[in-house]
């Protein structure tokens, strides 16, 4: 079978940093061409400043990946959708889940599929953790995720405006992982968002959870900071209710179970990326993960506000 004929949409750091080189070292794709409103290029693809040129250029393109800002991508995907194209999305995959909900039904009329991929799912101690949770109950679960966000978004004032998500961003990336181990679903108890004074989208967050999969008494929480320096923290440590510790770290690169890692692996969480959506381009069948874009939103609809100093980036 030739290669699937894909296009990336939005040629940001993302994109340069993930997508295209994922999608050179995958030999079940081609890349047909790039969409930048800014003319961004790729050395040797054809290049277009918006998405109906590249339709009406490349004629037998089979997907594209969007990896613009979450802002504009319902309008986005409902162009590639009409345009026969299938479609991969960057998290978080749109401003609202109502838009996703109504694009996985879009997609499901059109015959085509729409992947939203939550990369941090992609790591093979995320998978070993959620096999050792498996029917278990939990004594407490804590999400650590703090970053310095002049390193990972320098200039990109979008990520704090309305539909930017702000310290979610990144946050998500933990909240995915957690819909992924857990046995069971897990709910927004409580949130506070610290909000610059300056900014729409907070800069930090602590969250309380409710689950079934908690033990009498268990706790489940998040702590999200974009206000880090020096060394990043990316972790998730578990204590089950028998005494067994885990401690997922590295943003889902390293398991250890009582202090000794058992699972170790470098982090190529967009090969598989890419390895699944061939996988699923195959078998003609979408996959629309809504859990933790909605954990996001209810963390959004029940938290309480505080202001905190401006941001100056």
């Not at 040129?53 to 800002?69: E, G, M, N, R």
């Amino acid at each position: 079978m030739p290669p699937y004929r894909i296009a990336v949409i939005g040629i940001g750091k993302i994109a340069r940093d993930e997508h295209l080189p994922s999608i050179a070292r995958d030999p079940r794709f081609t890349l047909a061409g790039v969409v930048s409103g800014s003319g961004a290029s790729v050395p040797g693809v054809p290049t277009f400043r918006e998405a109906a040129a590249l339709y009406a250029a490349v004629p037998d393109l089979d997907a594209v990946a969007i990896c613009t800002p979450p802002g504009p991508r319902t309008a986005l995907v409902r162009e590639a959708l009409a345009a026969g194209v299938h479609v991969l999305m960057e998290k978080p995959p749109t401003p609202t889940v109502g838009e996703l909900r109504d694009l996985a039904a879009v997609a499901e009329r059109a015959k085509r599929v729409v992947f939203t991929t939550w990369h941090s799912q992609y790591n093979a101690a995320v998978e070993a953790m959620r096999a050792r949770l498996a029917g278990q109950k939990l004594g407490r679960l804590a999400i650590t995720w703090k970053e310095d966000v002049r390193r990972w978004h320098p200039g990109q004032d979008w990520i704090w405006q309305s539909a930017g998500f702000g310290v979610f961003d990144p946050g998500i990336n933990a909240l995915s992982i957690l819909t992924r181990i857990m046995p069971e679903p897990v709910f927004v108890d409580s949130a506070t968002l610290l909000t610059p004074a300056n900014r729409a989208m907070p800069i930090a967050a602590t969250i309380a959870f409710t689950s079934p999969a908690l033990a009498p008494g268990g706790t489940l929480t998040a702590e999200f900071d974009w206000r880090q320096t020096g060394e990043q923290t990316w972790e998730i440590a578990a204590d089950l209710a028998g005494g067994t510790a885990l401690r997922l770290t590295g943003g889902g690169t390293t398991l250890s179970v009582d202090g000794t890692v058992v699972e170790d692996a470098p982090r190529h969480e967009y090969d598989r990326i890419y390895a699944r959506f061939a996988d699923l381009l195959a078998a003609g069948t979408s996959l629309v993960d809504m859990a933790p874009f909605e954990l996001v939103a209810d963390a959004f609809m029940v938290g309480r506000r505080e202001a905190v100093e401006p941001f100056l980036d």
